[in-house]
């Protein structure tokens, strides 16, 4: 499946934007997904993933209680709803799916990356 990110744009700082994954086929394939980020000159990172079985949803600890991960099987997509965004949030996000039996945080654990979306918060 090949994942696509897109939502991403230029916002103040506080402000909120929803992200959304789509795939060229169904996306709801393997154990679930995650929502990772990279700033230039960073490792890429862990920011949200959900779990198909269950939804059950998990954060990084720099997003909890702003960022909620969300999906609508009618419409074969993720969302990924980022609230109070700040400075540190820039980076380009990326969705990509995982086929491990566990949801892991590491980006080499997932697969399907497609081309990311910007974000920018603006200060």
């Known amino acids: 499946v090949q994942l696509q990110a897109s939502g991403g744009g230029l916002v103040q700082v506080g402000g909120s934007l929803r992200l959304s994954c789509t795939a060229s086929g169904p996306i709801f394939v393997g154990t679930g997904m995650g929502w990772f980020r990279q700033a230039p000159g960073k490792e890429r990172e862990f920011a949200a993933g959900?779990?198909?079985?269950?939804?059950?949803?998990f954060y990084a600890n720099s997003v909890k209680g702003r960022f909620a991960i969300s999906r609508d099987d009618a419409k074969n997509t993720v969302y990924l709803q980022m609230n109070s965004l700040q400075p540190e949030d820039t980076a380009v996000y990326y969705c990509?799916?995982?086929?491990?039996?566990?949801?892991?945080?590491?980006?080499?654990?997932?697969?399907?990356w497609g081309l990311g979306t910007q974000v920018t918060v603006s200060s």
């Open positions: 990509a799916v995982t086929m491990r039996s566990i949801m892991p945080v590491v980006h080499t654990m997932y697969e399907s």
């Open positions: 959900i779990r198909w079985s269950d939804n059950f949803a």
